[in-house]
């Protein structure tokens, strides 16, 4: 079975057709390098029926979903697999309502699923922005949407976002963290997860970013009302609008997932055609996490 590419629904229900087909799927990619048994480590074992894996050395019997985030998945493989492939196909940020209607699943069963896709998505903080990344806070949720700068409104979230421009100005890679306040403590875990060292960083003049100049290239200039940091400005705007069409209240407990979710898909723009497979299997790779794990964001 090959791994699946494209944005094409309809070649995707062709071959991904039943909850048989994708254990099948799940089973191949999970143990593409070969069978490693859960509770013994050994490589030694065969396959059973229903794709489970049987060890030969402690008889263990592992499911493709078991210790991956499709653990104890209700609904069936290929509901979550379509869930997955509408989340990272689409342009637009997709509801939990919109997607149980559609997949005949609880509202609340999809979105602990959604959950757990994004979690998967969250960045793996490898691969640092180098080169030129712009810096700037924002907001979201309340009145004054449009407005730049910071807002010390309580209802508002905050948000720190660093973008990575080509030498011609176009976004490459951006990062989002939601902040509590504007301090640079709040300020500086974005700068150790996502910035080298290396990057020529801009900023505008806020103090907060003064003490991080001892350990970054960091250049402040005016925001000229947003003019200086235009492309920076216009992310900004989508992240507002993805935020906004999703018609269920997003707490701030859980908007980091959801800033997740949308670089991940920017920062993949370029990888479209294998967008689905790499993300089942960052699935795949990722421990289980309970839904409990998830309300209590012990994730
Ligand atoms: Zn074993």
């Known amino acids: 079975m090959e791994q699946f590419e494209g944005k094409n629904i309809l070649n995707f229900v062709k ?53 991956t985030l499709f653990h104890k998945v209700k609904f069936g493989l290929q509901k979550a697999f379509c869930i997955v492939f509408e989340m990272t196909t689409s342009s637009k940020s997709l509801s939990s309502v919109q997607l149980s209607e559609r997949y005949g699943v609880s509202q609340t069963s999809t979105w602990f699923f959604m959950q757990k896709v994004r979690k998967a998505m969250e960045s793996s903080k490898k691969y640092p922005l180098e080169d030129l990344v712009h810096v700037d806070e924002f907001t979201v949720g309340g009145k004054e949407e449009g407005k730049q700068g910071r807002s010390y409104d309580s209802k508002k979230k905050k948000a720190i976002i660093a973008v990575e421009l080509t030498n011609k100005h176009q976004v490459k890679r951006v990062y989002i963290k939601s902040i509590d306040d504007y301090s640079c403590k709040s300020l500086t875990p974005i700068f150790e997860e996502h910035i080298a060292t290396s990057a020529k960083v801009f900023t505008d003049k806020w103090r907060g970013y003064e003490p991080l100049k001892d350990t970054y290239d960091i250049t402040q200039i005016k925001s000229d009302n947003g003019k200086n940091f235009k492309k920076l400005h216009i992310i900004v705007h989508q992240v507002r609008s993805w935020i906004r069409t999703i018609p269920t209240h997003v707490s701030k407990d859980h908007i980091q997932k959801y800033f997740d ?4 898909r920017i920062n993949r723009s370029q990888s479209k055609k294998t967008i689905w497979h790499s993300t089942i299997m960052k699935m795949v790779n990722h421990k289980p996490i309970t839904n409990k794990q998830i309300v209590c964001k012990l994730n």
Do not use: R
């Not at 799927?25 to 489970?52: A, I, P, R, V």
């Not at 979710?261 to 991940?264: I, L, P, T, W």
């Open 261 to 264: 979710e949308f670089s991940y």
């Open 15 to 67: 071959e991904l057709p039943n909850d048989d087909v994708c254990k099948a799927y799940l089973t191949k990619y999970k143990w593409q390098d070969g069978f490693t048994c859960s509770k013994c480590q050994s490589h030694k074992g065969c396959m059973k029926k229903d794709h489970k894996y049987h060890c030969y050395n402690c008889h263990h019997v592992e499911s493709a979903t078991a210790n």
